[in-house]
């Protein structure tokens, strides 16, 4: 429901739904007041604030943590019914799990982006925002933390994973009724957490390389339910022994994580090592979620009570 005088910040940050074509190729050309002119409604009170302009492929954790900020300052006012956070798709999903790790406050923040640049003859960017800015004042949406409003769809913005690169309709969830427990907010700039897809002949010696490099956590996208071999098993041991923390997920898009094989390089295997296993968030939600906890002071038991809750 939209009530009449309702006030909604609009955040932009660049991205497709802001970028026209160039000789180079595309990029974000166009500014915050111009993607909300025209699709203002009538009965809204827009607030158009431009914190980034930039490609989402080019976001820096920096750059997440001043959106943060930025949508924990809108809040700050009682006269702001809901926040839209306009952004690339590309790492929509992080920024929007982000958000979410620290949202507490019942209004909804909606994140919203485009697949064809603004300058497109079927552009999809003014749909997808107009539908932002609705759900950003919709009392049904109370409640329900961050939310992606992209292609007709809203997707709980934790669980949310890029399925289709060019679909209008990119974002699915691969679990939609994910528990939201809610972290302090905190800086994650600043804390390293790496992220290692594993493969059949991938070297353990990358473990290594990361906890030598600074890294206070490691999410590994490994195979299956969360399986790989003997030899990452060992260096997962060697890196935890230095103080690092590990989480184990899967590179299937979808399906429940669990640790179910041993041999030696099975899940049951990266547990008994002290690995922490991520039963729903892949690859990128993982990663966030890892750096938030440990950036807010949180080790191994608070990791690991996190995802317990999934």
Request: net charge negative.
């Amino acid at each position: 429901m939209v009530k009449t005088g309702a006030v909604v910040s609009v955040l932009t940050t660049g991205g497709t739904i802001a970028s026209r074509g160039f000789a180079d190729g595309a990029r974000p050309d166009v500014s915050g007041g111009d993607l909300v002119a025209g699709v203002a409604p009538t009965d809204i009170a827009l607030r158009v604030r431009e914190i980034l302009h930039v490609d989402s492929s080019a976001i820096l954790p920096t750059d997440q943590d001043a959106i943060r900020l930025a949508v924990d300052a809108e809040l700050a006012d009682p006269n702001v019914r809901g926040v839209v956070v306009t952004h690339g798709t590309d790492t929509m999903e992080e920024t929007a799990m982000l958000l979410d790790l620290m949202h507490s406050d019942p209004r909804p923040v909606i994140m919203t982006g485009a697949q064809r640049p603004a300058d497109s003859p079927d552009a999809d960017g003014p749909a997808n925002l107009s539908a932002a800015i609705a759900a950003a004042t919709d009392d049904h949406l109370r409640h329900r933390g961050v939310l992606i409003a992209v292609g007709d769809t809203l997707t709980p913005a934790r669980g949310a994973t890029k399925l289709d690169s060019g679909a209008p309709a990119p974002f699915a969830a691969v679990r939609p009724d994910l528990p939201r427990p809610v972290l302090p907010p905190t800086s994650i700039a600043g804390t390293r957490v790496d992220l290692l897809a594993l493969y059949p002949g991938v070297d353990p010696a990358l473990l290594d390389w990361s906890a030598d490099r600074g890294a206070a956590g490691i999410v590994l996208a490994a195979t299956g339910s969360g399986n790989t071999h003997a030899d990452i098993v060992d260096a997962v041991g060697r890196v935890i022994d230095r103080g690092v923390v590990v989480v184990v997920c899967s590179r299937v898009p979808k399906g429940h994580v669990i640790a179910h094989y041993g041999g030696g390089g099975g899940a049951v295997d990266l547990v008994n090592t002290g690995a922490i296993m991520s039963p729903w968030l892949r690859a990128s939600q993982s990663r966030i979620a890892l750096q938030a906890i440990l950036a807010g002071g949180g080790h191994g038991p608070e990791v690991a009570e996190f995802f317990a809750t999934e």
